[in-house]
């Protein structure tokens, strides 16, 4: 079984920072591409940023400049660090990341979700 656990959401004022952690467990071979989405009501999920396999990234152009994707490979973790976070960013925010479980299996895993709230 492989669980995608977020951590580190909350309630932060405007133009604060939060760093959000995912962290990976369970029978895993190796981790490829991650990203981070995010919903906010009555929206759909969109992508915020992603990290692929072979360490590119790619930001939403609402979030470029402000939000950076970065991963531990040793302790299979994924972080997004926010800062100069505004209302628009209140959202709960997903981890995903397709995950091999043997060196011919893999699949895409999503992770509970942590709430974002921005707000004064």
């Known amino acids: 079984q492989v669980q995608l656990v977020e951590s580190g959401g909350g309630l932060v004022r405007p133009g604060g920072s939060l760093r959000l952690s995912c962290a990976a467990s369970g029978n895993i071979f190796s981790i490829g591409a991650t990203a981070w989405y995010r919903q906010a009501p009555g929206k759909e999920r969109d992508l915020v940023a992603r990290?692929?396999?072979?360490?590119?990234?790619n930001y939403a152009d609402s979030v470029k400049g402000r939000f950076t994707i970065s991963r531990d490979n040793a302790k299979k973790t994924v972080y997004l660090q926010m800062n100069s976070l505004n209302p628009e960013d209140t959202a709960v925010y997903y981890c995903n990341a397709n995950i091999w479980t043997s060196a011919t299996i893999s699949a895409n895993y999503w992770g509970q979700g942590t709430r974002v709230t921005v707000s004064s």
């Open positions: 990290f692929t396999g072979s360490g590119i990234t």
